[in-house]
């Protein structure tokens, strides 16, 4: 339920300080969340990497660590470009 909006078009005085404050707590604590959640898909992806080395498969190895290292490289790298540009205090 998004609530913010109203409250702060509708609200009382000074609700909409209140408003954005509470807006943006729910912003990092969303963008946080998706970010451990495609976190966790590359590690699953790195895992499955691994696994393929009990049944020497090379290829499937390779591939699989690659692409779960550079996710996770690249969610790093973008999500430390994203914080720098949009800081809020």
């Known amino acids: 339920v998004i609530t ?46 691994l696994r393929a080395i009990a049944h020497l498969a090379p290829l499937k190895f390779v591939v699989l660590m690659s692409v779960g290292l550079h996710t996770i490289y690249m969610l790093h790298a973008n999500g430390t470009d994203v914080a720098r540009k949009f800081f809020i205090a």
């Open 4 to 49: 913010g909006p109203g409250m702060a078009l509708r609200g009382p005085e000074g609700s909409l300080g209140v408003a954005i404050v509470n807006m943006e707590r729910q912003q990092r604590r969303s963008l946080k969340h998706f970010g451990r959640g495609l976190f966790a898909f590359s590690c699953t992806i790195a895992l499955f990497g």
